[in-house]
């Protein structure tokens, strides 16, 4: 109820529109990603974390 009230008050005056718009969007984005991490293909991430492995590998064959 005082959340409903405050957000009223808020936007109906308009005095802090853009925090209440920044807080929605990072809160989608956050959100987003909390999802496609759960949601993501395991064999992709498992690539993904050794990428930088891979990449120091082929450097240290190639100063060799």
């Known amino acids: 109820m ?4 405050l ?5 109906l005056t308009g ?3 853009f925090p209440v718009l920044a807080m929605f969007l990072f809160l989608l984005l ?3 990603i909390i999802i496609y991490t759960f949601t993501a293909d395991k064999k992709n991430m498992d690539s993904w974390s050794n990428i930088p492995i891979e990449e120091e590998e082929t450097l240290n064959q190639e100063k060799k």
């Open 15 to 17: 005095l802090a529109i």
């Open 7 to 11: 957000i009223n008050n808020v936007i």
């Open 30 to 32: 956050f959100i987003g």
């Open 2 to 5: 005082i959340l409903i009230h």
